[in-house]
Antibody
Framework: EVQLLESGGGLVQPGGSQRLSCAASGFTFSTYAMTWVRRAPGKGLEWVSSISSSGASTYYTDSAKGRFTISRDNSKSTLYLQMNYLRAEDTAVYYC?????????????????WGQGTLVTVSS | DIVMTQSPGTLSVSPGEGVTLSCRASQTVGGNLAWYQQKPDQPPRLLIYGASTRATAVPARFSGSGSGTEFTLTISSLQSEDCAVYFCQHYENWPLTFGGGTRVEIK
């Protein structure tokens, strides 16, 4: 059974940093691209960032460029999102999700398994 | 960026009735379109990918159709457990974008 377990959320002050982790199990982590998606209170889903199976390729939404860094440790089956210079508008539940098909070096972008999410609240 | 527009914003439907949700892309996404269901305090669940392929364990009352810029999700006979927000998402290129969602309520 595929399991994705996020951690690292919490309350952080504006301008602060937070690192999210997503521990994966039940599939061959190193063969799937992974993605972070968030949902702010009262809003819809927003794609944040994706990383290829090897970690060589990464993509970010414009608001995350220069502030967030996605990475992965395939030896630990863990995905990360380092978030710096946090703003109030980054307040959201952050989900990690896996691509629906394995793709060495590439992406699909359709997300078939999601974690339960971790809440990040940016407030003073 | 491809803008995904969903309509209507909210649907109120009696149990057993059919439901049709719409999703429009601002430019063609081919068949690279997914539908997700999200219930309160739960993560999104993949329902449909490739515009019309049901994901694993998704009931047959859910079906997807369309290609290019116009897509629909149909629930043939609404069940109480189908109350949720439904999102479409394209995966044609970067950035991935989601529609604003359609909330389905039981009348």
């Amino acid at each position: 059974e595929v399991q994705l377990l996020e951690s690292g959320g919490g309350l952080v002050q504006p301008g602060g940093s937070q690192r999210l982790s997503c521990a994966a199990s039940g599939f061959t982590f190193s063969t799937y691209a992974m993605t972070w998606v968030r949902r702010a209170p009262g809003k819809g889903l927003e794609w944040v960032s994706s990383i290829s199976s090897s970690g060589a390729s990464t993509y970010y939404t414009d608001s995350a460029k220069g502030r967030f860094t996605i990475s992965r440790d395939n030896s630990k089956s863990t995905l990360y999102l380092q978030m710096n210079y946090l703003r109030a508008e980054d307040t959201a539940v952050y989900y990690c999700a896996k691509d629906v098909i394995p793709s060495v070096g590439g992406f699909n972008g359709c997300l078939d398994n999601w974690g339960q999410g971790t809440l990040v609240t940016v407030s003073s | 960026d491809i803008v995904m527009t969903q309509s209507p914003g909210t649907l109120s439907v009696s149990p057993g009735e059919g439901v049709t949700l719409s999703c429009r892309a601002s430019q063609t996404v081919g068949g690279n379109l997914a539908w997700y269901q999200q219930k309160p305090d739960q993560p999104p669940r993949l329902l449909i990918y490739g515009a019309s392929t049901r994901a694993t364990a998704v009931p047959a009352r859910f079906s997807g159709s369309g290609s290019g810029t116009e897509f629909t999700l149909t629930i043939s006979s609404l069940q109480s457990e189908d109350c949720a927000v439904y999102f479409c998402q394209h995966y044609e290129n970067w950035p991935l974008t989601f529609g604003g969602g359609t909330r389905v309520e039981i009348k």
